[in-house]
């Protein structure tokens, strides 16, 4: 198996496990960053609205040159988790920023693998576990960027 199909049969896996209940704003760390101050509101719905479109650049770039190169393999799975991935960053970024930042980052990955899709094991390995984790389970990382953005809002002193 070519090292891009074994890449691909590692991202459909990835892709596979979408739960349609993990999009609901109704998780309490959806309602803990409601409940934050404006400022932790505001950097935690950028980094987490970013990190979605990163995930939805990502399940796209191998649904997308996956079809193009094996055809014959089912996408279902990844264009569930692409979907849920832009689900999750509207959620919190403008419809504008979250299609800016889809374009950048489907740069950013072509860039990342020099051109050549033989090296899409680059961008899986710098993107897989936190899409996986981000489509899966959103109030994971919710919590993680606010974790983070706390911390920082207490190290400021605020």
């Not at 999009?23 to 970013?50: C, H, M, R, W």
């Not at 990502?58 to 997308?64: E, I």
């Not at 899709?117 to 899966?136: H, Q």
């Amino acid at each position: 198996m070519s090292k891009l199909k074994t890449t691909l049969a590692a991202a459909l896996a990835a892709g596979i496990a979408i739960k349609a209940s993990a999009a609901t704003p109704a998780s309490p760390q959806y309602k803990e960053l409601l409940a934050s101050p404006p400022e932790i509101q505001k950097v935690v719905s950028t980094d987490f609205g970013n990190e979605a479109a990163q995930c939805a650049a990502y399940f796209n770039l191998f649904v997308t040159y996956g079809k193009r190169d094996y055809p014959d393999l089912d996408y279902s799975g990844l264009n569930a988790a692409m979907e849920q991935a832009i689900r999750l960053g509207l959620l919190v970024i403008p419809k504008e920023n979250m299609l800016a930042m889809i374009e950048l980052s489907n740069k950013t990955m072509l860039d990342d693998m020099h051109g050549d899709l033989a090296n899409a094991v680059i961008v899986e390995n710098k993107y897989d576990s936190t899409c996986k984790t981000l489509t899966e389970q959103p109030a994971t990382r919710i919590a993680y960027w606010l974790a983070i953005e706390k911390a920082a809002a207490a190290a400021r002193g605020k």
